[in-house]
Nanobody, 123 residues
Framework: VQLQACGGGLVQAGGSLRLSCAASKRTSSNNALGWFRQAPGKEREFVATIGWRGGDASYADFAKGRFTISRDNAKNSVYLQMDNLRPEDTAVYYC?????????????????WGQGTQVTVSS
């Protein structure tokens, strides 16, 4: 079971970043994939999720209209395009693999977690 996230970095407010996460075939096959984040001093929170077939996706309210989740099952990968970034988006972003095929925002349904990638948005 393996998830490797990358693509984080330092960006100015209003800028964009694209996070990528390479999963093992065992982790991604038939499973939903998701992104969560954790800011310093705060609990981990849901960002976005996408089901196995890619047709169902959902977002946290703060991500709607700015973030787009997608996946490429041929590459066992999930992506998070983040546009119009704000300083409050600063956090460590984690990709995760669900035990179910349909998209879900509940972290307890995700037994597989990557190591996280840092996103810092300057004002």
């Amino acid at each position: 079971v393996q998830l490797q996230a990358c693509g984080g970095g330092l960006v100015q407010a209003g800028g964009s970043l694209r996070l990528s996460c390479a999963a093992s075939k065992r982790t991604s096959s038939n499973n939903a994939l998701g992104w969560f984040r954790q800011a310093p001093g705060k609990e981990r929170e849901f960002v976005a999720t996408i089901g196995w077939r890619g047709g169902d996706a959902s977002y946290a309210d703060f991500a709607k209209g700015r973030f787009t989740i997608s996946r490429d099952n041929a590459k066992n990968s999930v992506y998070l395009q983040m546009d119009n970034l704000r300083p409050e988006d600063t956090a460590v972003y984690y990709c995760a693999g669900s035990r179910y095929s349909t998209a879900t925002s509940r972290p307890e349904y995700y037994p597989y977690w990557g190591q996280g990638t840092q996103v810092t948005v300057s004002s």
